[in-house]
């Protein structure tokens, strides 16, 4: 079926180490997403790209770096990951500029740092 | 700056009666807004979306959405709640003047409908 695809679904990492989040999509959208989800906090922006080849900070990008490997794939990195980063991830992607469609989202990567 | 407000982290309502889910926001342009529905240990989905025209709009699984441009509001509705309508909602907005496509979202109201 075509949608979002997040690898892994779950994630146990030590403080410190470092790993990378994969999100692909098969829909030909041209903006892609990454949101963290934290209770009561609802869904924060961390990095987007509106267009291959172009990425943006969002809101909370610190601790974070993205690639947009090509139009299909945009990862997200963790360099030294830190207890504060224990949230689930969620990527999406959307028709730019033709915004009808809203957004189509990953089932989210759940990680843990401890 | 867009932003958007769901007052309530819980809304409770019996099976069978109506529901209603409230959402404001804040935009200097027009509003693109939407409502995403999320089950447990899954992704958001689209349930419906206001860009111009009625102001009611329809949606999947029998809700409906009422823009009201004055009350900046777009509330989401049922008239008949199902137990299986319990869930994470979340409401989310982009000003349509504003130069990115980003959609801002509200931080979520957990509906549960009791049998």
């Known amino acids: 079926n075509a949608g979002v695809t997040q690898t892994p679904k779950f994630q146990v990492l030590k403080t410190g180490q470092s790993m990378t989040l994969q999100c692909a999509q098969d829909m030909n959208h041209n903006s892609m997403y990454w949101y963290r989800q934290d209770p009561g906090m609802g869904l924060r922006l961390i990095y987007y790209?509106?267009?291959?080849?172009?990425?943006d900070k969002g809101e909370v990008p610190n601790g974070y770096n993205v690639s947009r490997l090509n139009k299909r794939e945009f990862s997200l990195r963790l360099e030294s990951a830190a207890p504060s980063q224990t949230s689930v991830y969620f990527c999406a992607s959307s028709v730019t500029g033709g915004f009808n469609y809203g957004y189509t989202f990953g089932s989210g990567t759940r990680l843990t740092v401890v | 700056a867009q932003s958007v407000a769901q007052p309530e982290d819980q809304v409770n309502v019996a099976e069978g009666n109506p529901l209603t889910v409230k959402c404001t926001y804040s935009v200097s342009g027009n509003p693109y807004l939407f409502w995403y529905v999320q089950y447990p240990n899954r992704g958001l989905q689209f349930l419906l979306k206001y860009i111009t025209g009625d102001n009611l709009v329809k949606g999947s699984y029998g809700f409906e959405a009422e823009f009201n441009k004055s009350q900046t509001s777009f509330h989401l509705k049922k008239p008949s709640a199902l137990v299986s309508d319990s869930a994470l909602y979340f409401c989310?907005?982009?000003?349509?003047?504003?130069?990115?496509?980003?959609?801002?979202f509200g931080k979520g109201t957990k509906l549960s409908v009791i049998p």
């Open positions: 790209s509106a267009s291959e080849g172009t990425t």
């Open positions: 989310a907005v982009r000003d349509s003047g504003a130069g990115s496509y980003q959609l801002t």
